[in-house]
């Protein structure tokens, strides 16, 4: 099965979905799509490259722990509504730098959800795949 | 030690200079919002017990330091006492009923921990278990009996109480509260059926019955009746209960005193009588009566106390307290036998002791009822006097046999033999020459606050010969013959009641009916079978589902307008796929149709303009099958598990019919009607200008409502956290 | 804009994931999960204080205003929930310390319990019904993986039961949730205040009666407990406290935020239901604890039990009532709590929950045989302890209302409870010591260990008797804060006036 | 149109209670997905449904064009669905292992917890 065509393809569709799911990530606020959606978009990703390499590779590609990419993603959420408490607004008040640059806060809060919904479902996919092995 | 004696002659002292025999009152509220003041009131009848609590609390004490002396928890032992002895003061102090109520409740913890002191020993642990249930059983009827004449009232207070019993006396709850307080009251003062804790409680160290059934914790029941007797003296219940229960305790207690071989078991059941007695004293309510019972009350104090020491210190002398087996005590405890005979002429009611003089007024009162109740006191009163005798002749006088126990003097400790000598004495005293003393400060007093409306007559020991003298004498010879036929009476009497159940097995029975009942209904509902658990839950809610949408107004019509063919097609083979994962017998087979089912709800999430719904609907369904496919191999197949049985399986289909068919129901009702949509329309203003996002439902999720997704990838974290702690730990194990 | 209404929640959720980067150091974690929990105290200090002062406070975040955005306010009954749970979670943390220090995931239980503190803090907090859902579901699922932690075969089959019981629950809320927002289109508690009474009294019962089969599973009220008794014995002492003192109040907190505000059920037939229900779970819940022989079993069944008392509160639905089961609320957290604290120590003495392998803790250990009796009684309801006032009010209210029957029954509990606690204690603490241990102790106790076990026994247990002695400044909350419940005008005014 | 999904909705959510009663831990699985699926339907429905047009508004604009589809309940379905996956790969995973200790699937037999110990 994991002959060196399948490999090879795998790796290329993966690229596309990983860029996919990061377009969906960064367009959600204005059109379908969104941290979730994005995640859930690189987990298969990976779990097609679980399959095509293996585990331990997907592990060594990611360099740190989907566990901490999780939770770094729940901070950075948190982060951005406690940004707002700095400049004396109420939790998770939306901070737009430019009017007419869309970068604010609730961006920094998707990223945060993209990054939590990732790392953990990643990890626990990694950690069935290990236990079954 | 001496700390707690030195705390009992303080509060002597303090409560004898505060009296007036008019009632002293003092209150701080408390916690006035549940109208509990603390209230203090010292009138006669408080500083009649108060004068019992601490005079003869003080003579434990120092009795029990000697008798104590070199078992390990003594120190513990004195503040037990000291503690017993604050609540129980309290009790007779308190002003308020809740305050009582609380004290009450304090003398029982407290008695539990005095009453199991031997703990190693599984009779005391059980005793005092029997002690605490009955008692705390009886406590908390008293309570309700005690909120209910507070909602009377108007007020937990017991002058104003005292004041409205009007109110009470109209009130349709009056009889209620009569039983639920006689129920507290009685249990506390070990009536029947509940006398046999008292024995029972013979389990603790002689110190703790000398005090516990002597003056306080058992009187406590006797103190409440007095207390409240103004409000339900009137009231036929009152009469005929306090007579029957109280009569029938003392016979039937006095009967089984008789039987007993162990002297502080026969001590234990003439307690039991003498409660009875005053019970029955206390119902009649007429100034001799009241008189001859508070009068009584200070006499088996006083004598009862010193009994219970002087058989402690015999126990320490021989070892056992069997009277089969005790003879010749009186020449080695000498101090004792003066206490004991002191006492157990007091008991018998010979003149001039305060035993006489108590029985002299109970015949005066009972002669003003009728005759029965006066036979019935001739009765006990014979068998009193039959126990004291026994008591002191038996152990003290007669000749040791072989059947007796070698003795060794004890002493040598003061305390052993002072404080019942100070008790016989103090007995003999009183009468003698501080009657008139006794009468202005405490009886007097003490009678009217039991009942306001007596006009007192001061007690004289010598009124001449009149009947009640004759009763007395009767009553004394009557004992003599009790005394010289004691064998064959007794054991007359152990063939009669050997039958009978006696109040400990029905205990037992009761606690172990209410254990199997326990067990029983535990097994009901904690049976361990997850699905009968969900078969309950959804029965209920299927039920409720039902029930109610039936009563839902009908909508006019079916709402189906709109609908195209493909997505009725798509709908049947909703159905079909749903059908194939009800039957399916493989695992991959219903994996695939769980997927397809969920594929059809991502397209018509589609044809509903819900595009991200969708997209994360056809995502998570696509990550479920995986991680179902990933799992599903490790699982055992669906033949190798047992199936319901055809009946239930049609409950089951019954239940989630009625789940389907009721939400369905709910729903078609609820959308026949218009949406007040207040809110989407702010979120559509808005989206734009103030929150810079096109895409409404993203910017709800991450602006509008974002404190709801921050909950949610939270909740996928922590699960991922659990899940792979989870599989981690056999990962090590295996390793 | 009062942003003290957020941190409750914000603290433990920040302080768990500053845990998750720790990892293994088991000092750090210790001292970070308890600094967290010291915060959360000072604020929840701070919050009820401000309640008292200033009444209901209200807070919208992200600025969207009420009912748009969502609002998390608080009343005093709110402030005072929060309060008690960091109380709790203080003294857990403390007691854990010792009590997992030895457990592989000993920094994972710290993670979860904070998560965990914010679930219940947030679902104190929220005024909005779906972000209520959302908070249970992070109380619910923090649960599960505490109760899933270094699992044995016995813990997971009573999770199983556990987690699939709770589930049945949570879609339930949700799917009421769903139906209540298409009959009235709005979320915001203090808005559904005014839009519920105008559906249709059919629907209305349908919805309520979702919304409390839901709660009631939570609160684990007859007969849905099942749940309970089968899984909460199973775990370690600290957890099972923490799952006792505040995962069924969270459940009673929602059925009586939802049934004074939403759906007012005063008159209805589910007042006669839940009164009906609640002698049922204070009957079932005590006899369940007298048929069992090991401690956590047997106060596990009596949370049942208790939590039936609680629920009279609101059944009856007057000021006295709800008052005493709000003191009954705070009362029974601190006392099942330190039940559980002393029965993990005792456990850890003798290596084994059964009171048969127990004994002579009374002469080796008096110190926590007076620290048993004092939550023991308090449980019971004897005078003067905490539990006596809760009682006596709520069974005072049941008289008050003419229901006898239910006073009888609350009475006669209470007798049932007494014996199950007078269990434990004559056989673990005044029986002789048993003379051959089946199992020694696995690791002996240092001192330190036994100051941490014993610390929030001991402060706990001085709670329970300041609360029974000094039951004026209590009570008198308690009722302020039934007041609020019943006419919740202040509320309502704080939630919807709340600026943006 | 509302009508259709309730009945879909009913369907599934029947289906779903039908496979929970059931005694493998896994059907017990399938059982809480559907119902899940149906509880997300429940909620879009109730919120009212619309073909006319999606919540999104086009660029440039500050306003939907046509009549939108309601956008909260599909706010709430997402996070009702995300929050149902984390609980239900949990509850796999749980599933796993309580088969994995009990050698069974039948949740009938899980009762360790609840024997009465010696």
Redesign the interface.
């Known amino acids: 099965m994991r002959s060196v065509i399948f490999r090879t393809t795998a790796h290329i569709v993966i690229g596309i979905m990983l860029l996919f799911s990061l377009y969906l990530l960064l367009r959600g606020h204005?059109?379908?799509g969104g941290g979730?959606i994005g995640a859930l978009i690189a987990v298969i990703a990976f779990a097609l490259m679980i399959l095509a390499e293996s585990a331990e590779y997907v592990r060594q590609r990611i360099h740190f722990s989907p566990g901490l990419i999780a939770v770094s993603g729940v901070g950075i959420s948190l982060f951005s509504g406690l940004f707002a408490l700095f400049l004396n607004r109420p939790f998770l008040s939306g901070i737009w730098w430019k009017t007419s640059l869309p970068m604010g806060t609730p961006l920094l809060f998707d990223v945060g959800v993209y990054l939590a919904?990732f790392g953990?479902?990643l990890s626990?996919l990694l950690r069935?795949v290990e236990d079954l092995e | 030690m001496v700390i707690s004696v030195f705390v009992h002659l303080l509060l002597l002292l303090s409560l004898s200079s505060l009296y007036d025999p008019h009632g002293v009152r003092w209150q701080w509220q408390w916690v006035p919002s549940l109208g509990v003041s603390f209230s203090i009131q010292l009138d006669g009848l408080s500083m009649l017990f108060s004068w019992l609590i601490c005079g003869i609390g003080f003579l434990v004490q120092l009795y029990a330091y000697h008798y104590m002396k070199g078992k390990p928890s003594s120190a513990l032992f004195h503040i037990y006492l000291t503690l017993f002895m604050m609540a129980m003061l309290g009790l007779v102090l308190a002003g308020n009923i809740l305050i009582l109520f609380i004290f009450w409740e304090l003398t029982t913890i407290t008695s539990y921990l005095l009453i199991g002191f031997n703990h190693d020993q599984q009779i005391s642990r059980k005793n005092a278990l029997q002690a605490i249930l009955v008692t705390g059983a009886g406590g908390l009827a008293l309570l309700a009996g005690l909120i209910m004449l507070g909602g009377m009232a108007g007020s937990y207070e017991l002058d104003h109480i005292i004041k409205n019993i009007h109110l009470i006396k109209t009130s349709n709850l009056f009889l209620p509260t009569l039983i639920l307080i006689l129920a507290g009251a009685f249990t506390k003062s070990a009536q029947i059926p509940f006398h046999f804790w008292l024995p029972g409680a013979m389990s603790a160290p002689a110190p703790v019955s000398a005090y516990l059934h002597s003056a306080t914790m058992v009187k406590a029941g006797v103190y409440l009746l007095a207390r409240l007797s103004p409000v339900f003296c009137h009231s036929d219940l009152w009469f005929w209960s306090l007579v029957l229960v109280g009569g029938t305790t003392a016979v039937w207690t006095g009967l089984l005193a008789l039987k007993q071989t162990d002297l502080k078991l026969m001590l234990a059941y003439s307690t039991n009588v003498a409660l009875g007695k005053l019970m029955f004293l206390l119902a009649f309510g007429s100034r001799f009566a009241i008189a001859a019972a508070m009068m009584f009350i200070i006499a088996h104090a006083l004598y009862k106390a010193a009994f219970f020491m002087v058989i402690g210190t015999v126990d320490k002398a021989a070892g056992t307290r069997d009277y089969r087996h005790l003879a010749g005590l009186g020449g080695i405890l000498k101090m004792s036998f003066i206490a004991a005979g002191l006492s157990a002429l007091s008991k018998a009611g010979i003149p001039p002791l305060p035993g006489f003089l108590s029985k002299e007024y109970m015949y005066k009162a009972a002669l003003g009822v009728s005759y029965l109740p006066t036979a019935i006191l001739v009765l006990i009163n014979a068998v009193m006097a039959g126990l004291a005798f026994i008591i002191v002749i038996k152990p003290f006088l007669v000749k040791p046999d072989e059947n007796s126990v070698p003795l060794k003097s004890v002493e040598k400790y003061t305390f052993l033999w002072l404080p019942p000598l100070c008790l016989g004495f103090l007995g003999l005293f009183t009468t003698l020459f501080g009657l008139d003393w006794l009468n202005a400060t405490l009886i007097g007093p003490a009678s009217i606050a039991v009942n306001p409306g007596l006009e007192t007559e001061p007690l004289k020991l010598w009124q001449g010969i009149n009947l009640p003298l004759i009763l007395g004498g009767v009553s004394l010879l009557l004992g003599l013959v009790v005394y010289r036929y004691h064998d064959a009476i007794s054991g007359f009497i152990d063939q009669i009641t050997r039958r009978l159940p006696s109040g400990n097995d029905c205990f037992e029975k009761v606690m172990q009916m209410i254990s199997r009942l326990a067990s029983w209904q535990t097994g009901i509902f904690?049976?361990?079978?997850?699905?009968?658990y969900?078969?309950l839950l959804?029965s209920i809610l299927g039920v409720h589902l039902l029930w109610y949408a039936a009563a839902l107004p009908v909508p006019r019509t079916?709402?189906?307008?709109?609908?195209s063919l493909h997505?009725?097609i798509l709908?049947v083979f909703?159905?079909a796929a749903?059908i194939t994962?009800?039957l399916s017998a493989s695992?991959l087979m219903?994996i695939f149709s769980?997927g397809t089912?969920?594929f059809i709800?991502t397209l018509?999430?589609m044809?509903?303009?819900?595009?991200?719904?969708a997209k994360?609907?056809l995502l998570?369904e696509t990550?479920?099958v995986i991680?179902?496919v990933m799992?599903?191999r490790?699982?055992?197949g669906?033949a190798?598990?047992?199936?319901?049985s055809a009946v239930r399986r049609a409950v089951?289909?019954g239940?989630?019919?009625s789940?389907?068919?009721?939400?369905?129901?709910t729903?078609?009702s609820?959308?026949?009607g218009t949406?007040d949509?207040k809110?989407?329309d702010y979120?559509?203003?808005n989206?734009?200008?103030a929150a810079h996002g096109?895409?409404?439902?993203n910017v709800?999720?991450v602006d509008?409502?974002a404190m709801?997704?921050l909950g949610?990838?939270s909740?996928?974290v922590?699960?991922?956290l659990?899940?792979s702690t989870?599989?981690k730990k056999?990962k090590r194990r295996n390793g | 804009m009062n942003s003290l209404l957020v941190l409750p929640v914000i603290i433990p959720l920040g302080g768990a994931l500053f845990l998750c980067m720790l990892r293994k150091r088991t000092t750090a974690v210790t001292a970070v999960s308890s600094l967290t929990a010291g915060f959360g105290l000072t604020v929840g200090v701070m919050l009820i204080s401000l309640v008292v002062k200033q009444g209901p406070q209200a807070v919208s975040l992200g600025s969207w205003p009420a009912p748009y955005g969502i609002v998390f306010a608080a009343d005093l009954f709110s402030a005072a929930m929060v309060l008690i749970t960091w109380v709790i979670g203080l003294g857990i943390v403390i007691y854990s310390a010792a009590d997992l220090k030895h457990k592989p995931s000993f920094a994972h239980y710290q993670v979860l319990i904070q998560f965990l503190l914010a679930g219940v803090n947030g679902a104190f907090l929220t005024a909005d019904l779906?972000n209520l859902y959302?908070w249970f579901?992070v109380m619910?699922?923090a649960s599960?993986?505490l109760m899933?932690l270094d699992?044995g075969?016995?813990?997971?089959?009573?999770?199983?039961?556990y987690?699939?019981l709770n589930?049945?629950s949570t879609?339930t809320m949700?799917?009421a949730?769903?139906?209540l927002?298409?009959?009235t289109g709005m979320l915001n508690f203090a808005e559904l205040h005014h839009k519920t009474p105008v559906l249709s009294p059919g629907l209305i019962n349908i919805l309520a009666g979702l919304f409390l089969f839901s709660f009631s599973v939570k609160s684990a009220l007859f007969p849905l407990y099942a749940w309970l008794?089968?899984?909460y014995?199973?775990l370690p002492s600290s957890v099972a406290a923490l799952f006792a003192a505040l995962l069924t109040k969270v459940g009673i907190y929602a059925v009586i935020r939802t049934f004074t505000l939403v759906f007012p059920f005063e008159g209805t037939g589910w007042q006669t239901i839940l009164i009906a229900v609640s002698g049922l779970t204070m009957l079932t819940g005590v006899l369940g604890a007298a048929s069992q022989?090991?401690i956590k079993k047997i106060l596990s069944f009596h949370i049942i039990s208790q939590v039936g008392y609680i629920i009279i509160g609101i059944a009856l639905y007057t000021r006295l009532a709800i008052a005493g089961s709000i003191l009954y609320l705070i009362h029974h957290i601190i006392v099942k709590a330190n039940l559980f604290l002393i029965g993990g120590f005792l456990n850890r003495k003798f290596g084994s929950d059964?009171l048969s392998k127990m004994g002579g803790v009374y002469k080796s250990f008096p110190v926590l045989a007076v620290l048993f009796m004092i939550p023991a009684f308090s449980l019971a309801g004897f005078p003067p302890l905490s539990g006596f006032w809760s009682k006596f009010a709520v069974i005072r209210a049941s008289i008050e209302t003419d229901h006898y029957w239910l006073a009888a029954t609350a009475l006669i509990v209470s007798v049932l409870t007494i014996y199950s606690m007078l269990k434990i204690w004559n056989e673990a603490f005044w029986k002789p010591a048993p003379t051959d241990p089946v199992s020694k102790p696995v690791r002996s106790l240092s001192s330190r260990e036994a100051c941490l076990y014993l610390v929030p026994i001991a402060t706990f247990a001085l709670l329970t008797l300041i609360i029974g002695l000094a039951a004026e400044p209590f009570f008198r909350f308690a009722d302020q804060a039934a007041l609020q419940l019943l006419e919740p005008a202040d509320y309502i005014q704080a939630v919807l006036g709340v600026k943006g | 149109?509302?009508?259709?999904?309730?009945?879909?909705?009913?369907?599934?959510?029947?289906?779903?209670?039908?496979?929970?009663?059931?005694?493998?831990?896994?059907?017990?699985?399938?059982g809480?997905?559907?119902?899940?699926?149906?509880?997300?339907?429940?909620?879009?429905?109730?919120?009212?449904?619309?073909?006319?047009?999606?919540?999104?508004?086009?660029?440039g604009?500050?306003?939907?064009d046509t009549p939108?589809?309601?956008?909260?309940?599909?706010?709430?379905?997402?996070?009702?669905?995300?929050?149902g996956?984390?609980?239900?790969?949990?509850?796999?995973?749980?599933?796993?292992?309580?088969?994995?200790?009990?050698?069974?699937?039948?949740?009938?037999l899980?009762?360790?917890?609840?024997?009465e110990?010696k």
């Open positions: 204005n059109e379908p979730f919904v953990a479902v626990i069935i | 904690q049976h361990g079978r997850l699905s009968d969900m078969l959804f079916m709402d189906f307008h709109g609908v997505e009725v709908a909703l159905l749903v994962l009800l695992r219903g769980l089912a969920g709800t018509f999430l044809f509903y303009n819900a595009p991200d719904v994360t609907q998570v990550l479920t991680f179902l799992v599903v490790r699982l055992p669906f190798d598990t047992a199936t319901h089951n289909a239940v989630s019919l789940i389907g068919v009721g939400v369905f129901w729903l078609t609820i959308t026949s949406m949509t809110l989407t979120f559509a203003a989206s734009v200008i096109r895409n409404i439902v709800i999720l509008f409502r709801d997704t949610e990838i909740v996928v922590m699960a991922a659990g899940a989870l599989l056999r | 779906f959302v579901e619910l699922i599960f993986g899933l699992a075969s016995i813990q997971i089959q009573g999770g199983v039961k987690v699939f589930l049945i879609l949700l799917l949730i769903g139906l927002y298409g009959a008794p089968a899984s014995h199973t022989f090991t059964h | 149109m509302e009508s259709l999904l309730s009945l879909i909705t009913g369907m599934l959510i029947a289906a779903g209670v039908y496979l929970m009663l059931e005694r493998h831990i896994l059907r017990i699985l399938f809480f997905i559907l119902i899940s699926n149906g509880v997300n339907l429940a909620i879009l429905t109730s919120g009212r449904l619309s073909k006319t047009g999606l919540p999104i508004i086009p660029p604009g500050v306003m939907p939108y589809a309601n956008p909260l309940s599909q706010a709430l379905i997402l996070t009702a669905i995300v929050i996956f984390g609980v239900l790969i949990f509850c796999l995973v749980l599933a796993y292992k309580a088969c994995q200790v009990q050698e069974s699937a039948d949740v009938n899980m009762n360790l917890s609840e024997r110990e």
